[in-house]
């Protein structure tokens, strides 16, 4: 359990590359569609054209097999190169996620909940679930105003410094909970972000027993959010339900008076789309 200001090794390999090894030792784990897929999620919206190189030190997969894995994904026609240097992704990568957001209930179904939100507030709200430790985009309806982060589904960012990640990681079950907990390494991505793996149990703990989450400039400055839980038919919670603003137009007071009541009412709405 640690605190960094990078998420990256001081070796300049990610975190999860210098842990150890989870799967090593068993016989059924595929390492090569293991690297395969890290080789995928490495390209960002902000990120869309990597080398060999950049997609080495920011996996920690050594460079020879980084350049494998591309050249599969090259000839499956996930990936491409204009200049033979440069990778990117190609449009037939989106059939991967198809699957998954065709047979998600809240995935298919809850677009015109989410733009009628947007539309009444004039403001963007999204969808997400958890993936690992990260929160994981599955619809989002956006407004005309200009944000800064460029957010789409399929997108991820960190649980614990989202409203979202944090109202899903409040329903965790407690061992899972403290799991995380145990083996996050926290970034500092502004002067707010949450400074303490202690201060973050007590936050979840207090968005556990109020309902929601306010994120207040935690990831980037200039951005507020307000997340709500989306109930499942077991009476646990299927994704979270959120809300983003600029912080210089929209005070916190405005989320909880005039936001978090419409987010209620379409979390209990959307929660009937879960079941």
């Not at 989870?22 to 059924?28: E, H, R, V």
């Not at 990597?50 to 000839?75: D, E, F, H, W």
């Not at 137009?249 to 909880?256: A, D, G, N």
């Amino acid at each position: 359990m640690t605190e960094t200001s990078s998420p990256e090794s001081a070796e300049g390999l990610p975190v999860s590359a210098v842990s150890g090894d989870p799967f090593k030792g068993d016989p059924n784990f595929m390492a090569s569609l293991a690297r395969g897929l890290e080789v995928i999620q490495a390209f960002t919206p902000q990120r869309r054209l990597m080398s060999i190189s950049q997609i080495s030190q920011k996996t920690g997969i050594p460079r020879a097999a980084v350049r494998r894995c591309l050249y599969t994904l090259n000839k499956l026609g996930f990936v491409y190169a204009q200049d033979g240097k440069n990778f990117e992704l190609r449009p037939r990568i989106l059939a991967l996620a198809h699957a998954y957001l065709g047979s998600t209930p809240l995935a298919k179904t809850t677009q015109p909940v989410l733009k009628h939100i947007s539309q009444v507030l004039n403001e963007s709200c999204s969808i997400a679930t958890l993936d690992g430790d990260n929160i994981l985009y599955i619809a989002r309806a956006s407004s005309e105003r200009i944000m800064t982060i460029d957010l789409n589904i399929g997108s991820r960012l960190p649980a614990f410094a989202t409203s979202m990640g944090r109202v899903l990681l409040s329903h965790l079950p407690p061992e899972k909970r403290e799991d995380y907990l145990q083996r996050l390494t926290l970034v500092r991505y502004t002067r707010h972000t949450v400074g303490s793996i202690e201060k973050l149990r007590e936050e979840l703990g207090r968005v556990r027993a109020q309902g929601y989450a306010i994120n207040d400039q935690e990831l980037e400055i200039g951005l507020r959010s307000i997340a709500v839980p989306i109930a499942d038919a077991n009476g646990g919670v299927a994704a979270a339900l959120n809300v983003g603003v600029q912080a210089g137009q929209v005070p916190v007071s405005e989320l909880t008076g005039r936001i978090l009541p419409i987010l209620r009412e379409s979390a209990q709405e959307l929660s009937l789309l879960a079941h």
